[in-house]
């Protein structure tokens, strides 16, 4: 296992004006003010992004401080695209529609940028944690007050993201050892959706889709090359302790 694992470097970032008056900046600015947490927490990782273009990677934005500024932490971009973490996924994940949403309809958009999917991964832990911590209700179809239901898509990405892990240990052995960043930031982003998952348990608005996928991930033989991948990288008390495998 990787020993001494720091957390991402986490940082502030200024979301009370856009970063110019030009049209892009201006753009990202007004969906930071999306009322949805999840589009608001794209807008703060294009921000992030274009605060220093030469930079290759995105921005990851986990949730905001006392004073409501934005805190997010820096990824690097990642080599391999989409459609190779293919075969990494197990099937029990491909009829879902969150599968088509992110696996197969974003290689037309974004491919290249396997950096894409921890820019939604993160999306949705902002968007979860904000809107439990806020008791978010919506109105059905009928007009009565209903609790939405969280985690599912924290689940799927839990699995993207050790897929992309184990398509990184395959095609560059070397790979965790020369960039300890990401071994950092899958750690966090598992640790921090086991989380939120567990408040949503608690609260009693876990998606029955979530603990499907996740049970799943804890027993389907398909998914046993990314137990062992974890296991591997972290330690088998973290893997028990984290994820129950």
């Known amino acids: 296992p990787q020993n001494n694992i720091n957390p991402p470097q986490?940082?502030?970032?200024?979301i009370s004006k856009p970063l110019s008056n030009s049209e892009v900046d201006v753009k990202n600015y007004r969906l930071i003010q999306d009322p949805i947490p999840h589009e608001a927490s794209h807008g703060v990782n294009l921000m992030v992004?274009?605060?220093?273009?030469?930079?290759?990677?995105?921005?990851?934005?986990?949730g905001?401080?006392?004073?409501?500024q934005a805190l997010a932490f820096w990824m690097n971009s990642l080599p391999g695209t989409i459609d190779a973490i293919v075969t990494e996924i197990p099937n029990f994940v491909k009829?879902?529609?969150?599968?088509?949403?992110y696996i197969i309809k974003q290689q037309k958009f974004w491919n290249d940028r396997l950096t894409y999917l921890f820019d939604e991964w993160g999306a949705y832990l902002v968007g979860d944690s904000t809107e439990l911590e806020q008791g978010y209700s919506e109105d059905d179809a009928v007009g009565s007050r209903t609790y939405k239901v969280y985690g599912e898509g924290i689940a799927h990405f839990m699995i993207y993201g050790t897929a992309i892990a184990s398509?990184?240990?395959?095609?560059?052995?070397?790979?965790?050892?020369t960039n300890k960043q990401f071994v950092s930031i899958l750690k966090y982003m598992i640790e921090r959706s086991v989380t939120i998952i567990n408040?949503?348990?608690?609260?009693?608005?876990?998606s029955?889709?979530?603990y499907l996928i996740l049970n799943e991930f804890k027993i389907n033989p398909k998914a046993a090359h990314l137990r062992k991948l974890l296991s591997d990288i972290y330690g088998q008390e973290w893997t028990r302790n984290t994820l129950g495998f």
Do not use: C, W
Request: hydrophobic fraction near 30%; aromatic fraction near 16%.
């Open 95 to 101: 009829p879902t529609m969150l599968y088509k949403e």
């Open 49 to 62: 992004r274009d605060m220093d273009r030469r930079k290759k990677g995105t921005g990851i934005h986990i």
């Open 199 to 206: 408040e949503a348990v608690t609260k009693g608005l876990f």
């Open 10 to 14: 986490i940082f502030t970032v200024d």
């Open 167 to 177: 398509y990184l240990q395959k095609n560059y052995p070397n790979y965790f050892n």
């Open 64 to 68: 905001f401080d006392k004073d409501g």
């Open 208 to 210: 029955s889709g979530a």
